[in-house]
């Protein structure tokens, strides 16, 4: 039975394959494949051909550049190929003697030679071009938001070094203003990836690289590292925060308040949150501005606490941010995170909500 079938296919395909429509159409497939691909990918929120910045924006015209193209270059190939085969595949009448032969002709062989070469020069010429505009150092007369950015297993660091703020994972910048970021990282090469916005920067220990980027429009955009660090890299996310120039959202009113210390506790429970957080060895690696302050900064130096209930997600996108999930990461970071450098302390249940209730009131 199953021989049977096994026979039937092979035999249908072996004429669905030696059908001449097939041998023409088959090369077709991988262009059929790629625009059903891009037009699967409207709306998502990783689109580089979606571009919010102007970084993303000179990637997606190379994309679409060598796209159309490379399309047509494919076309023409494949037609020649295609009337090649039609036209002088052996025929039943087939005398058996050699069509003319092309081998060295000299005006083939120049014409060949000639047009790839001015392709791929005139591509190279623009590329440059392209690559040279995107490392362009922004003019100083204008507003620049100044960002330190470092890559850390498995998060990323924010050092507004102007505002002195400094925050986690979740960038904010401010729609049609200038931003410079400086990267490097504490530990392994990381790479700082927000497709919307902008190409991808290696952050590399012991090096700076900037990265320069314009968003133009306000909204959430989700990146990612781009370079393999480790057993968490996948859960290493980004989000770019960027608000509009006015209004009570604005990118100032943020700023305003996160060079605010932190909040006071209000209820009990946040009360004995924060004494958890004082007396449990939570101090020794995370900074809460008014209530303990680390003087220096290493490797397994956690975020910056001080305003931590006012982001959206912890962890580096690995979890959304509220009080259930703040209590199950302090309890056992690990199980959320492989391999998180975050010490496991043994909370108790009573410390993990208290703690959690504390950090998220920490607006
Ligand atoms: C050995 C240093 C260390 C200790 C001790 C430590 N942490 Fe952490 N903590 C980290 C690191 C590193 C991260 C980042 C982990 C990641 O995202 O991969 C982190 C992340 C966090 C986050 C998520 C912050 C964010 O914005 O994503 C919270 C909340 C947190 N820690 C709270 C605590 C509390 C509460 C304690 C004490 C019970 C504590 N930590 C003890 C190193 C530490
Ligand atoms: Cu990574």
């Given at each position: 039975m199953f021989r049977k079938t096994t026979n039937k296919l092979s035999d249908w395909m072996t004429s669905l394959s030696s059908s001449r429509a097939c041998k023409i159409l088959a090369p077709l497939a991988p262009i059929a494949f790629a625009l059903l691909l891009s037009a699967c990918s409207s709306g998502h929120p990783r689109d580089t051909l979606n571009p919010a910045g102007d970084g993303a924006e000179v990637s997606a015209w190379f994309f679409w550049l060598y796209m159309i193209i490379d399309s047509v270059i494919f076309v023409v190939v494949l037609g020649a190929l295609a009337v090649a085969i039609m036209k002088f595949s052996k025929k039943k009448?087939?005398?058996?003697s050699l069509p003319p032969q092309s081998h060295g002709n000299m005006k083939l062989e120049i014409i060949w030679t000639v047009i790839p070469t001015l392709i791929v020069l005139v591509l190279g010429v623009i590329t440059i071009g392209g690559v040279f505009k995107l490392a362009e150092k922004p003019a100083e007369e204008q507003k620049i938001i100044d960002i330190e950015v470092t890559g850390k297993q498995w998060w990323w660091e924010f050092d507004y070094t102007k505002e002195r703020i400094t925050t986690a994972n979740e960038m904010h910048v401010e729609a049609g203003t200038q931003v410079a970021l400086h990267l490097t990282s504490a530990d392994v090469i990381h790479a700082f990836w927000v497709p919307r916005i902008s190409g991808k920067r290696d952050a590399t220990p012991g090096r700076s690289y900037p990265l320069y980027f314009k968003p133009f429009e306000a909204g959430e955009f989700v990146g990612q590292c781009?370079?393999?660090?480790?057993?968490?890299h996948a859960r290493m996310g980004i989000k770019m925060i960027v608000h509009p120039a006015?209004?009570?959202?604005s990118y100032d009113a943020w700023v305003k308040n996160q060079q605010t210390v932190a909040l006071a506790p209000k209820t009990d429970l946040q009360k004995a949150g924060k004494k958890v957080f004082e007396t449990k060895g939570c101090a020794a690696c995370h900074t809460i501005k008014g209530v303990k302050e680390l003087a220096t900064r290493s490797r397994s130096t956690g975020p910056d606490l001080t305003h931590v209930g006012a982001r959206t997600t912890i962890a580096a996108l690995a979890l959304k941010n509220n009080e259930e999930n703040l209590a199950k990461w302090v309890k056992n970071p690990q199980a959320v995170?492989?391999?998180?450098?975050?010490?496991?302390?043994?909370?108790s249940d009573t410390d993990s909500k208290a703690v959690a209730a504390y950090l998220f009131s920490l607006k």
């Open positions: 009448d087939d005398d058996g781009a370079e393999l660090c480790g057993a968490s006015e209004g009570p959202d995170k492989e391999a998180a450098l975050m010490t496991n302390l043994n909370l």
